[in-house]
């Protein structure tokens, strides 16, 4: 008997709950009208994920057992569809047993949680008749979900059509028990719910992980992956099925809402659509449109604001800008100063024109003048240095966040990963604004994603950045004749060891031993040290690696700890 099975790659906005409810209906009315009987939808779809200490609010949970049975009621039209959703779930037959007993009970916090859970339930013609709670709760990297919830070694297995489905949710795959334990409960099929965020080769990681379960178990499995952005994460869906043999017979696209039919013939997965493989660049790039695009539009700011220079970071965070939004709610503002090369002017320009969007000149040599007229008495007979650098970047970091102020806009900070880790940024100046753009990419990889963008064809325009601004040597422009390399290592050998040290916690022996100078390892490491504090305070951004500033990077502020090279 053949069985067709939707997946529901949804994009969900986290406390939404009459929205995402809104989305789940959605996808099971289409299910059901082409025929499935069976609907899997992401991770926590209907909370959003990661709700984070939301969790810690007992209304939190009230307002998601509300929104289950909400979803309940109106799901039942579609006589006979079954329908996998995630859900928080606080259990009050735990609470009683630990002297809570109602639903206002505080949650303690930094106590081990005995109550809440991270579940997925079963609902069919209006009731939820099984529910599923996660056994095993990520703590690396971006998940902290031993903070929130339980776990619970137990199966859910259903049956539908003669073939019994096993739920496991998400981190649940990537470790034998769960699938295991599901197969010994007689499950022939493993339906995944997931919430796995993008990083770098994330996609491969999953086919492995997927494909070591599946050589235990020999089970064909069903993987939802959520999409959209949520802060600095980003879910790029590419959902997808695989046999038991492993084989790949069906995968959605990455980075695109949608829904997807997939047909079973008593428990063995039929060919379907395989969304075709995106390459890296394509892959970062969609993740940071993606990821602008959300953060605007879930947030309710009206538009964008760019402090645009002429150089290369600032374009790239202009296209993805347009790309995420439309030409008509970015605006560029340029800010020269005497140090301003004309063809930063000119390129700057330029590229507004080509990208359509709204292009002003607001030039700081008179507001500059005036700081340092009135700093003249207290600076009298110390040299300029890197002070009157900073006072020019903070004056367009003013200018900008007044322009936002006014008008709404939030403003788009554009420093990348390779000047967050060495401190080549000024508090209040460049890194003033509301969102980071580009605080997870290399400076090497800004290159390649401004070439991949001037020859993609997905967003209409080509060559939007003019080549100058991809040629020319990169510099701050805030002294005569400075350029970057003044005082950075080449970016091919900083961007090189940051990732080593920073990404790979390799040692700086190891790093040596690499092929890398001995001086650049220690002065690139240090600054990473000595700069944690501005990266305290920069604003959040995109995750694209699987170890960003953030989240993921806890390191102490005041630290005298120095490793040794040996």
């Known amino acids: 008997m053949k069985t067709r099975i939707a997946l529901a790659q949804i994009n969900v906005t986290v406390g939404d709950f009459a929205g995402n409810v809104a989305k789940i209906v959605a996808a099971a009315r289409a ?36 929104a289950l049975a909400d979803l309940a009621t109106q799901l039942k039209p579609f006589a006979g569809l079954h329908v996998i959703v995630g859900h928080p779930l606080r259990d009050l037959t735990h609470s009683a047993a630990h002297g809570h007993g109602n639903a206002n009970a505080p949650i303690e916090r930094g106590v081990p949680p005995v109550d809440t859970f991270n579940a997925a339930s079963l609902i069919v013609d209006g009731d939820v008749v099984g529910t599923y709670r996660k056994q095993d709760l990520p703590n690396t990297e971006v998940f902290d979900e031993k903070r929130y919830f339980a776990s619970d070694p137990k199966p859910f297995v259903f049956e539908l059509d003669g073939v019994k489905y096993g739920v496991v949710i998400c981190e649940d795959a990537w470790h034998a028990s769960a699938a295991q334990m599901a197969k010994a ?10 919430g ?18 599946i050589r235990e178990t020999g089970l064909p499995m069903v993987y939802v992956n959520m999409v959209g952005a949520q802060d600095e994460l980003v879910f790029d869906g590419g959902s997808f099925v695989l046999d ?19 047909e079973f013939d008593r428990g063995t997965p039929l060919p379907g659509a395989i969304a ?22 879930k947030n309710g700011f009206p538009g964008a604001l760019i402090g645009l220079s002429g150089g290369v970071d600032s374009a790239l965070v202009l296209a993805v800008a347009c790309d995420a939004l439309g030409a008509d709610r ?16 000119t390129d700057a320009a330029e590229m507004a024109r080509r990208v359509g969007v709204r292009y002003d000149e607001i030039a700081i040599a008179p507001m500059f003048d005036a700081f340092r007229g009135s700093l003249a008495d207290e600076f009298a007979g110390r040299a300029e240095d890197a002070t009157e650098e900073n006072i020019q970047a903070r004056i367009r970091g003013t200018l900008l966040m007044a322009l936002s102020n006014k008008f709404g806009s939030i403003v788009l900070t554009t420093g990348n990963k390779s000047e967050m880790a060495v401190g080549y940024c000024t508090l209040y100046g460049d890194m003033a604004g509301g969102f980071a753009v580009i605080k997870d990419i290399a400076k090497t990889l800004v290159y390649k994603l401004c070439h991949y963008r001037n020859h993609a064809t997905t967003f209409g325009k080509q060559d939007v950045i003019p080549e100058r601004i991809l040629t020319r040597a990169p510099s701050a422009e805030l002294r005569d004749n400075q350029t970057d390399q003044d005082s950075l290592p080449p970016y091919e050998v900083l961007d090189a060891i940051m990732r080593m040290y920073m990404e790979e916690d390799r040692s700086l022996a190891e790093i040596i031993a690499a092929g890398y100078a001995v001086e650049d ?32 990077w806890r390191y102490p502020i005041t630290s005298r700890y120095t490793e040794p090279v040996q």
């Not at 409960?185 to 997931?194: E, S």
């Open 31 to 66: 299910a059901h009208n082409d025929g499935a009987k069976l609907l899997i939808a992401p991770e926590l779809a209907l909370s959003g994920y990661p709700p984070e200490d939301l969790l810690l609010r007992p209304a939190f949970y009230t307002a998601s057992a509300a």
């Open 185 to 194: 409960a007689g499950a022939q099929v493993l339906l995944i719910p997931n």
């Open 196 to 213: 796995s965020p993008y990083h770098l080769n994330k996609e491969a990681v999953r086919f492995d992980i997927l494909r070591a379960r």
């Open 244 to 262: 038991g043999e492993g084989q790949l017979v069906a995968k959605m696209a990455q980075f695109e809402e949608g829904n997807a039919i997939v």
């Open 276 to 297: 075709p493989e995106l390459s890296l660049e394509a892959q970062v790039y969609a993740a940071l449109v993606m990821g602008v695009r959300d953060y605007i539009n």
């Open 330 to 345: 970015v605006r560029a503002v340029m800010m020269p100063s005497r140090y301003t090369a004309d063809i930063s002017t």
């Open 521 to 552: 390892v220690k002065r690139v490491t240090r600054l990473i040290k000595i700069n944690e504090y501005k990266r305290r305070q920069a604003p959040i951004g995109i995750r694209v690696t699987h170890r960003a500033f953030g989240r993921d």
